[in-house]
Every structure is written in structure tokens, then in C-alpha cells.
């Protein structure tokens, strides 16, 4: 089974900092790789997907990601955090016939004004 | 466009009860699945359908039952519930299609709480 590693249950950034969320996945294969967020009493949406396509994938709210390979990481960045950004945050990665996704443990993040 | 519903939003239950969590997409997507959510764990898969017709085990089969009633419909069951089962509980469906993306789509989730 596949697993995922988000380092860091708990980051906090000042608004208009970096955001550096982090993940690592365990694939013997070239996965295909998502990252959700979570609102308070809410479901996850998506907030990026990578499926093989550019390595750099761009997504909703200003934020990205970067699949690296020789790294088996897939880093969620944004420029300049909002104080709107303060969620908790699911990396996922997917078998390649999509039967099982499998989640890391989150990451909240804290947004201070 | 609904996308994925649950219900109910909130239950309590007693030790030993039983009861069903409904889920229903309108988004004509193959594969649905059961996920639980506890904290400090993310989400662990409880139960999936890859296709009208099958259902298989995720990580944490033990104490639930599924049913794939229909392509829409994807209820979990919960026979005889223990405190070891309050959690939150999504329902997702996906295309499981590569050209559309593949990624899971969630509904809003089901508290669950057991005495």
C-alpha cells in the first residue's frame, strides 16, 4: 500500500509570508498526486491535482505545487499568505486505476494577522 | 448541482445500536467510497465500489458493512456500534477516469457520535 507523509501537523505564517506545506509519498510507480483542503465542519475540496502532465501544477487560491520525483515529494507553496488560507490542508496520493486514494495526516495551517 | 449528499449531518447512537449513513452523487461517477475522519489521522478509507455491482475493503473494514444499491446510491451500515466508531464520516465519488481528472469529490460529512 501507498503511503503519505505530511511533515508537521500544525504551521503557522503571518499573512503575507510563504506558505510551505510538505509532503512525501511512497510509490513504487509514478502516482498520481492531489492536494485538499478542509474548512472548518466542511468536506475537503480540491485544491491541485498532478497526473503527469507539467511537474509544476498550479491551482485554486494562488497556491502550487512541484512533483519531484528523485525527491518523492509534492510540496504545497503559496507566495503570500491570506488570512482566508487558514485550513487544514490533505495531501493524497492514487493508485493508478484510482480504486484507493490514500490521505496523509493533514496539516492545519495558522495564519496570524 | 448538488454533487455528493449525506445523510444525516449528526447522529448520536448508543452503544450496540444500529444504523445506516446514506450517500447519494448526481455527478453519473463510477467509483464511490467511505471514508473516516479522526484527528491527528487524516482519512482512512473504510469501504469503496469501483463500479456499480462491487464493493471492496479500505483500511478499516471492521464493524461496517456497505451496500452500492444503485450507480447514485452508496450506504454504509453500521450493525452493532461501539465508542471506538464516533468519528466523522465522508462519502466521495470520483469519475475514475483519467482524462477527467480522477480526483475524489466530497460530500459534507457525518458526525457520528456513540455512548
Known amino acids: 500500500a501507498q503511503s503519505v507523509t505530511q511533515l508537521g501537523s500544525h504551521v503557522s505564517v503571518s499573512e503575507g509570508a510563504l506558505v510551505l506545506l510538505r509532503c512525501n509519498y511512497s510509490?513504487?510507480?509514478?502516482?498520481?498526486l492531489f492536494w485538499y483542503v478542509q474548512y472548518p465542519n466542511q468536506g475537503l475540496q480540491l485544491l491541485l491535482k498532478?497526473?503527469?502532465?507539467?511537474?509544476l501544477v498550479k491551482g485554486i487560491n494562488g497556491f502550487e505545487a512541484e512533483f519531484k520525483k528523485s525527491e518523492t515529494s509534492f510540496h504545497l507553496t503559496k507566495p503570500s499568505a491570506h488570512m482566508s488560507d487558514a485550513a487544514e490542508y490533505f495531501c493524497?496520493?492514487?493508485?493508478?486505476?484510482?480504486?484507493?486514494?490514500?490521505f496523509g495526516s493533514g496539516t492545519k495551517l495558522n495564519v496570524k494577522p | 448541482n448538488a454533487g455528493v449528499t449525506q445523510t444525516p449531518k449528526f447522529q448520536v447512537l448508543k452503544t450496540g445500536q444500529s444504523m445506516t449513513l446514506q450517500c447519494a452523487q448526481d455527478?453519473?461517477?463510477?467509483?464511490m467510497y467511505w471514508y473516516r475522519q479522526d484527528p491527528g489521522m487524516g482519512l482512512r478509507l473504510i469501504y469503496y465500489?469501483?463500479?456499480?455491482?462491487?464493493?471492496d475493503k479500505g483500511e478499516v473494514p471492521n464493524g461496517y458493512n456497505v451496500s452500492r444499491l444503485n450507480k447514485r446510491e452508496f450506504s454504509l451500515r453500521l450493525e452493532s456500534a461501539a465508542p471506538s466508531q464516533t468519528s466523522v464520516y465522508f462519502c466521495?465519488?470520483?469519475?475514475?477516469?483519467?482524462?477527467?481528472?480522477?480526483?475524489?469529490?466530497f460530500g459534507e460529512g457525518s458526525r457520528l457520535t456513540v455512548l
Open positions: 466521495a465519488s470520483s469519475p475514475r477516469d483519467r482524462g477527467k481528472g480522477g480526483e475524489l469529490f
Open positions: 510509490s513504487s510507480v509514478p502516482p498520481y
Open positions: 498532478y497526473t503527469s502532465a507539467a511537474t
Open positions: 493524497a496520493v492514487s493508485e493508478y486505476n484510482f480504486n484507493k486514494f490514500y
Open positions: 455527478m453519473n461517477h463510477n467509483s
Open positions: 465500489s469501483a463500479s456499480e455491482g462491487t464493493t
